[in-house]
């Protein structure tokens, strides 16, 4: 096989189908990436009436054809004694303003994640109404919070390759080190199945 420089990828293949008139046609998915930095305990509620320490990074893949998200959050820096009891998506609110809770996260740090959004959460995710936020026993109602943001288009963005290569992201040369990625360079794409292979060792499809 050709020796490929791989990005393999836990996203699906960025292409659906649609049917017209019994014609099946594809259509390219656009996938906007987001951020939510930096989390801190600045950004509760009230805003700057709590300053503790912790600090994380997020960064969300939303495809606007399959309305599925994907991500992965890291977390760092609590005091000691001081735990996680829940991380949550929450919406819709501005900066420092409450709102319910719409997806629940996985515990710990590293958190992978993918949940699927409705055509208005959609829009509402695109208007920055919805923000990420970890909790605590110190601070219960919330010890980690950012507004979840579109990454502005001038910003340069592409694939960030995650444990070895088996997690890919789309994200800006910034954010992908901080989730503990490789950035592979300004317009790269995640792929789906290609060549992954290691030099003396041979490649295989994944």
């Known amino acids: 096989m050709t020796n490929l420089k791989c990005c393999c990828s836990l ?3 960025l292409t659906a189908t ?12 656009a996938i906007i990436p987001f ?7 600045l950004n509760e509620v009230p805003c700057n009436s709590t300053d503790m320490a912790g600090t994380g990074t997020a960064v969300f893949n939303l495809d606007t054809v399959t309305l599925r998200v994907v991500g992965k959050l890291v977390y760092s820096g609590f005091s000691a004694g001081t735990v996680e009891t829940g991380a949550h998506v929450h919406g819709n609110a501005g900066p420092c303003v409450g709102a319910n809770v719409l997806f629940p996260l996985p515990a710990g740090t590293p958190k ?3 949940y699927t959004v409705t055509p208005q959460q959609n829009l509402d995710m695109q208007s920055s109404l919805h923000y990420v936020n970890v909790h605590t026993n110190i601070l219960p109602g919330g010890h980690l919070r950012a507004q979840i943001v579109p990454i502005p288009p001038t910003v340069a963005t592409g694939a960030c390759c995650l444990k070895g290569g088996t997690e890919c992201l789309i994200t800006d040369a910034q954010h992908c080190p901080a989730i503990g990625g490789s950035y592979q360079g300004d317009n ?7 060549a992954c292979c290691i030099p003396g060792q041979g490649c295989i499809m994944v």
């Open 18 to 29: 649609v049917f017209l008139l019994g014609i099946s046609l594809p259509v390219q998915a």
């Open 188 to 194: 790269t794409t995640c792929q789906g199945i290609q």
């Open 112 to 114: 992978n994640f993918a």
């Open 35 to 41: 951020v939510a930095d930096p989390m801190n305990s």
């Open 11 to 13: 996203l699906p293949l």
